[in-house]
């Protein structure tokens, strides 16, 4: 009996060891809520800036976006290109999103001088538990194993959206007005999405109430917001060829949200992983869609509507609409008017969840910036109807859509979607596909 005692005291002084540790190795390992980047005389002079919130979504140094408005002052008109990051990053300068960001704005620029970049920080992570940090590395694999830091990041990245980005947009929104600001794109991934969603959410609806097009395009990328949040957006079409407000690309072999989402609230799914879905995409192979494949003969059905198979040049994307996801997305035409359009894309797209801010991603945004935006058309696809001639690689069964055509001439309100809408019939076209 006594060396029973003994072993489970043992036992229990390992046990609070590990929890002793466990707790140091937390409060050690803090991230401060702090500014990366000290404002200088010369940053209102420079065409790439940043602009960093703390928890409560105020501005660390309000004198950033003081020099950004200096800045666009200096040349009216000029375009703006902004990037949100999500969970697990902030602003430093080591930070992979931060990198990633600098590169793929200097790919976005180098054909449009004229171009700023503009990179939003926030405290994407507050704890790196036992020094999971690889927010320097953009393959790494333990990141993930501090989920539990989600629950709290999600709520900062709401806040930072709501109280935070979206005052900034509003007053980017007046400069635009004035004519000191061009357009700008927003980029939100992840969390960063969770962070443009509530930025721009209201903005959206208030000028779609008013049958008003969107000046500025927004782009969340695997964003780790839910059916619900992005209701009642699913209710409105847009105007007549305005081309939609935001753009929802979901990666198919994204785990991250399509999986672990749930854990988050049971019951819940995240909005590219629902019925919201209005379009697939996939890549041509070798980016050339003008070669003819056989499919099947469901599919060649499809693609002969308009509208129900287009291709996006430059990245060599192929882009279908996707039917009866939903009870108001029943035809092409009511899929390609839908004001936001959430795209499932495949792997060859976005690579799983951190496949972003890729070479051939820039191709595709300067393609549709340049065809649509510019001229406020939803022209950026040409019809592609593809004949039977040689099988088709199994990847490029299962298409998408990323256009606007046939747009009424005012805005469409339909019936409000519930978010736990049946799933029977959300693959109805990508199904079909597989075959």
């Given amino acids: 009996m006594c060396v029973l005692r003994k072993w489970l005291k043992g036992i229990a002084a390992v046990k609070f060891a590990l929890i002793v540790l466990l707790g140091l190795s937390i409060w050690s390992t803090r991230i401060p809520d702090i500014a990366y980047h000290p404002v200088l005389p010369e940053q209102a002079l420079a065409n790439f800036h940043v602009i960093e919130f703390n928890d409560d979504g105020q501005m660390h140094l309000p004198a950033q976006f003081d ?3 200096a800045r666009l002052r200096t040349t009216p008109g000029s375009n703006l290109l902004i990037f949100i990051h999500g969970w697990h990053h902030n ?76 005052p900034l947009l509003a007053e980017l929104d007046t400069l635009a007005d004035e004519g000191i600001l061009g357009r700008y794109t927003l980029i939100g991934h992840s969390l960063g999405g969770v962070v443009a969603l509530h930025a721009r959410k209201q903005s959206l609806l208030e000028n779609l109430a008013k049958g008003q097009g969107e000046r500025h395009l927004t782009v969340l990328l695997n964003p780790a917001a839910s059916a619900r949040e992005y209701q009642p957006l699913d209710k409105w079409c847009s105007p007549d060829n305005t081309g939609p407000a935001m753009l929802v690309l979901q990666s198919k072999t994204d785990y991250a949200v399509l999986e672990a989402f749930n854990w988050l609230k049971e019951g819940e799914r995240a909005v590219g992983n629902s019925w919201a879905i209005t379009h697939d995409i996939d890549p041509c192979p070798g980016r050339d869609c003008s070669r003819t494949l056989m499919l099947p003969k469901a599919l060649q059905d499809h693609d002969a509507k308009p509208g129900c198979m287009q291709v996006l040049d430059g990245p060599g994307w192929k882009i279908r609409a996707r039917l009866h996801a939903r009870k108001t997305v029943q035809s092409c035409e009511d899929a390609n008017r839908q004001a936001v359009w959430v795209l499932a ?18 191709v595709a945004l300067a393609a549709a910036l340049n065809s649509w935006r510019n001229k406020w058309q939803g022209e950026i696809l040409t019809a592609a109807i593809p004949d039977a001639i040689e099988p088709e690689q199994p990847s490029d069964l299962v298409t998408a859509d990323f256009t606007n055509s046939g747009l009424s001439e005012s805005p469409l309100l339909v019936e409000p979607q519930s978010a736990s809408e049946p799933q029977a019939d959300m693959n109805d076209t990508g199904d079909k596909a597989s075959q």
């Fill in 67 to 69: 020099a950004l408005k």
């Fill in 345 to 362: 894309v495949a792997d060859g797209v976005i690579a799983g969840h951190n496949g972003i801010l890729t070479e051939v991603q820039g």
């Fill in 91 to 166: 602003a430093a300068p080591t930070d992979d999103n931060f990198v990633a960001f600098q590169r793929f704005y200097r790919q976005m620029s180098a054909t449009n001088p004229s171009l700023l970049g503009l990179y939003i920080g926030w405290r994407g992570d507050q704890y790196d538990p036992f020094w999971l940090d690889g927010s320097d590395d953009p393959d790494s694999v333990v990141e993930p194993l501090d989920f539990p830091t989600i629950f709290t990041s999600k709520r900062v990245a709401k806040q930072v959206g709501e109280r935070g980005v979206k």
